[in-house]
């Protein structure tokens, strides 16, 4: 397939589907198999999808590729948008952080945070989560039917962050809504209107943290806006891809706990060794990627990837749901095996822009799981399990429920 066959707008691959949503690897195995490099449409605009493992790994580490879509947006849209409106149009401060900006500034940007989510203070705060996730266990409901996703996953990672941002309780009920909608929602009005409200609600966390602060990272956000080492923008924007960030770990428990159950043999496995639990971390994070596909990158040059040459200034995606299901570097990868060797799956990218908060969010999915496990040997998929949906969009994958029955 050549790069002129697939430029027209009406032969671009459509990805987003109910099958899709349900289940993505049938379809991310057919792009594999037509290209190094598949031209689809997503919200209107033509993308090229990377699937092949070591293409992935070349493109996220290649120095041409650049992050800042907002500097070029005016020379990208014109080269790329094939249906006019199906994009949705957010406030330019979610695109002013650490993962939409190329170097000197992303360097810059992750400075102010990064120590944070390092392995000093993921060893710090291990403790704190083990707490709050007995905590949560200690109010559900026990051999009936519950959601996991609302009863624990989602508070767990919710509680985390909001603690280490230090956003006061009572201020805790809406974001993970709003930023939920914003990577999943099939509806643009509602995507435009929680991008409103999040840009707002951390604009206003900013405000009150300027009048009280405290030791925390919203105090550190502040105190580097004040030193002119960020800018009001990128302030909010920092605070709010934190905000986003920090609800994967959640999402990836959910993950685990569903593919575990749905794999008797190695949460069996898994019950008898809780030593094995590293490495099913790792399993989960390889087997079902939170990311269907990292976030858009371009060249300003046409680049060659394997068998394909995308021009310049097109929106490439490195997918790294399917990456880690390449079987040229995952033997037999539709297979969940918790004793894997998954040396450098891609679960949280690869190179500069790998997530900031790695070690946490690893750490967080582990104690989580081992917490549940410990209390709830015994959980089972509830009857109606079948009928848990998969969340929309092109860039996450998120249990939407997950029905379950906890026993000891």
């Known amino acids: ?31 594999r198999a037509i290209g190094s490099a598949v031209a689809i449409e997503n919200n209107g605009m033509r993308m090229w999808v990377v699937t092949g493992y070591a293409d992935a790994r070349t493109v996220l580490a290649d120095q041409r590729m650049k992050k800042d879509l907002f500097e070029q947006r005016k020379t990208i849209l014109a080269k790329t948008e094939v249906r006019a409106g199906r994009r949705p149009r957010l406030p330019r401060q979610l695109r002013r952080n650490m993962l939409d900006r190329d170097d000197p500034d992303h360097e810059r940007l992750r ?16 403790p704190k989560m083990r707490r709050l996730a007995e905590s949560l266990l200690d109010n559900v409901k026990v051999d009936v039917p519950i959601d996991l996703v609302d009863e624990f996953t989602r508070p767990l990672s919710m509680t985390v962050i909001a603690d280490e941002l230090g956003i006061p309780e009572a201020d805790r009920v809406d974001f993970p809504i709003w930023e939920n909608d914003i990577l ?19 604009r206003n966390q900013l405000a009150q943290k300027e009048q009280q602060p405290g030791e925390d990272l919203l105090t550190r ?40 159950l749905r ?12 030593a094995l639990m590293p490495g099913c971390v790792e399993e989960i994070l390889r087997y079902e990627s939170p990311f269907r596909m990292l976030t858009p990158r371009f060249s300003e040059v046409p680049v060659e990837i394997g068998d394909t040459v995308v021009p310049a200034h097109e929106l490439i995606l490195v997918s790294a749901a399917a990456a880690n299901r390449d079987p040229e570097r995952f033997p037999d990868p539709g297979r969940f095996d ?9 679960g949280f990218g690869r190179g500069t822009h790998r997530c900031v908060g790695a070690q946490l969010g690893w750490l ?3 104690v989580g799981l081992t917490t ?27 249990l939407d429920i997950l029905p379950v029955v906890l026993a000891p």
Do not use: C
Request: glycine residues 6%; aromatic residues 6%.
């Open 1 to 31: 397939m050549t790069t002129d066959s697939m430029a027209a707008g009406p032969e671009l691959i459509r990805l987003i589907s109910r099958a899709f949503m349900q289940d993505p690897y049938p379809m991310l195995e057919d792009l």
């Open 111 to 126: 400075a102010v945070v990064g120590t944070a989510f390092g392995t000093t203070a993921a060893r710090t705060l291990e």
């Open 364 to 366: 967080q999915v582990a």
């Open 263 to 274: 794999n008797p043999d190695e949460l069996a496995k898994l019950l008898a060794d809780p």
């Open 338 to 346: 918790i004793t894997r060797n998954t040396t450098a799956h891609l």
């Open 184 to 202: 999943t929602s099939p509806d643009i009005p509602r995507i435009e209107q929680a991008a409103r409200e999040i840009v707002d609600f951390a």
């Open 221 to 260: 956000i502040v105190r580097a806006r004040s030193e002119g080492l960020i800018d009001d923008d990128e302030a909010v924007s920092t605070v709010t891809v934190l905000l986003t960030g920090g609800m994967e770990p959640g999402s990836a428990i959910s993950s685990g706990v569903y593919t575990l």
């Open 372 to 398: 549940l496990l410990n209390r709830f040997p015994g959980i089972r998929l509830a009857d109606t399990a079948e009928t848990s949906l998969w969340r929309t969009g092109m860039f996450m994958r998120r």
